[in-house]
C-alpha cells in the first residue's frame, strides 16, 4: 500500500434531503462546490461550524451524524475532526463563549493569570459554563494571533493584548 | 520493466527497488531490520509513530533530519543508514517519547513477551526513564466478545483504525481528541461487529487490542505453534494454532499471498473455542434398550460393523459433513462402496440433484483465489458472501474499490460494504432474473423473464464488456445450491457468463466440498471424478426415500440438512444408525445406536481442497479429546475387520496419496456437459398463490458443528438466532409487526416427490418473533437455518406459513 489518495467515503443510505434543513444544505452545499466532487467530505469543517451556529453553539451526536451522512462519510470521521478543533462544542453552551488562549505565547503573556481572574470572578472553570448561562469558559489552543499576546476570543470576535480589567469590560458588555 | 528499476545502498548493501517504494519495503526485502509501528504492508502510510526514522542522503546531500523509512520513496542512488548515530539518536528519541504514555507494567499485560513495543524497546531504546510525571488513564471500551480492550496501552499507531477503514470497510474505531487526549474507540460504545474483526488483535502492536478468550490464559513462551487449515468456509485460511500442552489456546493466521494474505476470519480464528466444549464425544457409546452404555472402542467397532452390515447394500445410506477431511471421504467412499452401497452424500444443504448428470467432474472457483481482485465484473448468484465466505468477501471488496461492478442476485439485498448493484427477487423468480440478463445481451433462453429494467441492462453490459476485457465472473453461491431449481439456475447462470463472455465459478460451501469431488463421496462420482456404473442416491433421495440403516459422519442432523425434520424423520425410522461425530447432541442421542468420537480439527491430519483447487495437508496439532480417535484411523481399521482391500494405509500421508494419484491429470474446470439442455427444466418452487418462500440463509456463526460450539463467536451481534424477517410490507399484508410471535408451518414433502415422511404437521412447528427488514424480496421470509429452534423446521428453501400466536 501507499499513501491514501482517494477519499474513504461510504455509502450512506439516506434520503439527504431528510438531513438538517434545507437552508443548512444550501450553506454546505456552496463549501462542497469548492472541493472535487469525490472528496465532498472536505466541507466537514465548515459544515459543522454551520450546524454548530444553527444549533445555539454546540453540536449533538446526532447532528454529527448527520453531517457525516450528508457528506457520505463515516460517522466515527466527523466525530475525530469534531472532538480534536477546539471550536467544536459536543455539550450545551451558554450564549457566548470566552476562549483564552494557553498556547505558549499567550501562556508566556500572561493568559494563566487571565484565566484564573475569570475563573474566581465568574465562579467557572474551563470548559464550564456559568450558572446564569451567560458564558461558556474554554481553555483554547494557539488562536494564531501571538503578537498580541494575550488573545482571547469572544464568540468571534478576537480581542489582543488583554488584562483582567479589559476582560472585565468585555464581558460586562455581552448581552 | 527492468530499466525501470533503481538501484540503492541500504547499511551499504546494494539494492534494487522500484522507483516509488518506501525505504522500509526495500530494507524488509533485503532483511534489513527497521524497527516500526505503524507502518504495515497491507495498510495505508500514515508514518505517524516516527520509530523508523533513518538517516538518507541523495546525489552526496545528506537529508537534514532523519526521515521516516515507511514515507520516504526510495531514488536512483540514495544511501540510507539505518544504524548510524544520527538514526539511532532520532529511534531512542522516539522511543522515550512513546514509553512516556505507556505503563510498563508488562508482567500484567496479556501482550507481554510477544509485543512490538516491548521489542522494540529492548532493542532500540534505553534502559531508564526519565519521565517522572503522571502518564495518562484511558477508559476502556467494551468491543464485544471477542476483542478486550486496554486503551492505555494505545500507542496511536492507528493500524486498527486503518484496518477498519480500508480491510473491512467499516470504521468504527476511529482517533478522537487531541493530544494527550487523543483516544481510539468507538466514540459512542459499540460492539465491533464484522467478520474479520478479530484481525485487529494481531495488528495492534502492543496490549491495547488483545484476543478476550484467550487473554491472560497462557504465555507466548509457553506455546508451540503448529501449522493448519482452517476447517470452514472454502478459502482454506492458512493457520498458525498455539499449543500448550495438548490444548489449542489460540489460532493465528499465517502468511500466504494467495490464499488469505495475512487475514483470517472471526470463525477461523475463534471456533477452537468448541473443540474443549462440554459437548464433545469423548467415549465410544452404543444404545442399549434405549440407554445409552459407554463401551471400549473394540465393542463399538463390532456393533457398528453389524450396524452396516445389516441392512444389506441398497440399504445403507452415508451421509458426511462436507468439513470432514479428504481421507475420511475417501475411506468413507471406499467402506461404503465395498460394503455394496453407492448411496453417499456429502451435499447435505442440497435439494435439487437434476443436473447431477452435468456436473463438472472438478468444479471450482473458475479462477484463483487471488485474482477475484482483478476482476471488472462480477455477478454473484444467490449468496451471502460475507457470512459464507468472508475472505473472498473482502477480495471482492478490493475489485469493487478498483472500480469493479459488483452484482448481485439474492432473495435478500445485502449489506455490503461497497458500491454494488443488487437485483433482489424471491426465489421462484431468480430464473426469471437470470434470463432477464441473457436477453439484454441478445441471447434470450426458453422460460420467463421479467420486465427488464435499467439495472438489468447495466449489469448485462458491465458484465459483458468484463467478460471481453477476461475480466468477467459469474459465481454461484450457498443460497443458490439449496435452491429447490438449483440446477436450472446453474443452467442459466452458464448460458449466461457464456454469452457474456465470462468465466462461471462456484463458491463452494465448505472446506472440503471441491474434495468430494476428488475423493468420490458422491453419488455419482468414484474417487478422482469418474462415474459409477449407476449413481446411487442423493442426499436428498436418501431422506425422502429412507434406508434401513445410515452412516451418518461429522454432522448434526437436526442442523446440516437442507430439511432438519426429514431427515431426522428419516433417521428416526431408520434400524441402524451409526454416528462419527465430535459432539454428542440430543439429536443424535434419539437417532442413533452406535456413536463413535472421532477427532475434529486440529486432532487429525488431513487435507482440505478448497475453492480454487488447491489441495493444502495438515497434521495432526493435538490429541483427541477423550478417547476420540482420528476418523481415517476408524476407516481404516473398519474395513480391516471386514477384511476388505485398500485399507492398509500406515498413515494419513498415504491415504492422501491414493486420492491424489485417483486424480492425476485433473484439472479444476467448471464446463456443465449439458448446460444447454438444463435450461429447459422447469421450475418447481413456483409456491402457491399466497405462499411465503422460507429463505433459510445460513448465519456465519451456524456453519458447522464447531462453529456452533465456539461460545464467544455465539455471543457475537453476527450470531443470528431463529427469527422471521419480513418485508414491512409484507408483513402488513400478513397483519404482522415488529415483535410479534409467530408459529411457522413448514409441510413435508411440499415439492419434492414424496409426502409420506414426516408428514406430521406438529414436528414441525417452530416459535419465533417477527423482524421488519426492508431488503428482503416480497414473496419470501428470511429465517436463518442451522439455529436453535430451526431444527423443527422444513426445507430451508421451500414454502412456509406464519400464522400469529394468539390471533
Ligand atoms: S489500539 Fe493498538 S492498533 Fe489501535 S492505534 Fe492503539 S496501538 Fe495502534
Ligand atoms: S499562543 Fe496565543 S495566539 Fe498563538
Ligand atoms: S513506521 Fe514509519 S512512522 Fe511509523
Redesign the interface.
Known sequence: ????NTP?A??QDVDKETLLTPELRAEIDKHVAKYPPEWKQSAVMPALTLVQDHNGGWLS?ELMDQVAAYLDM????V??VA???AMYDLEPVGRHKVCVCNSISCMLGGAEELMHHIEKKHNVAPGGTTADGKLTFKEFECLGACRHAPVVMVDKAYHECVTPDAIDKIIDDLD | MSDDKITLEIDGRLCTAVPGEMIIAVADREGIAIPRFCYHEKLSIAANCRMCLVEAEQGGRPFPKPVPACATPVNDGMKVLTRSKKALDAQRGTMEFLLINHPLDCPICDQGGECELQDVSMGYGEDVSRFSERKRVVKDEDLGPLIATEMTRCIHCTRCVRFGAEIAGLRELGATGRGEDMRIGTFVERTVAHELSGNIIDLCPVGALTSKPYRFTARAWELTSEESIAPHDSVGSNLRLHIRGSQVMRVHPRDNEAVNECWISDRDRFSYEGLSSPERLTEPLLKRNGQWQTVDWQEALHAALEALQAPGPDQLGCLISPTATLEEQYLLQRLVRTLGSDHIDTRLRQQDFRGDAADPTFPWLGLPIAELEQQQGVLLIGSDLRQEQPLLAHRLRMAALDGATIALLNPYALALNHASLQLVAAPPALASELRALSQVLGKPVQGATVEISDRHRQIATALQAAGKAGQGLVLLGALAEADPDYSLIRALAAALAETAECRLGFLAAAANSIGSRLAGSLPHRLPGGAAPKRPGLDAQAMLTDPRQGYLLWGLEPDRDFADPSLAMAALRSAKQVVACSHFKSAALDEVADVLLPISAFAETAGTFVNAEGRWQRFQGAVAPAGDARPGWKVLRVLGTMLEFDGFGQNNAREVHDEVAHACSGLAPDNRLSDARALTAITERSAPSAGALTRIGNLPIYASDALVRHAPALQRTPLAESLAVYLHPQQAADLGLTEGDQVRLIQGAGSHSGSGSVGDNAAAKEARAPVVLDDRIALGCTRIPAGVDGSEALGPIIGPVRIEKIGA
Do not use: G, N
Open positions: 500500500m501507499s499513501f491514501r474513504l461510504v455509502i451526536r463515516p460517522e466515527t470521521a466525530y475525530e472532538t480534536f478543533y
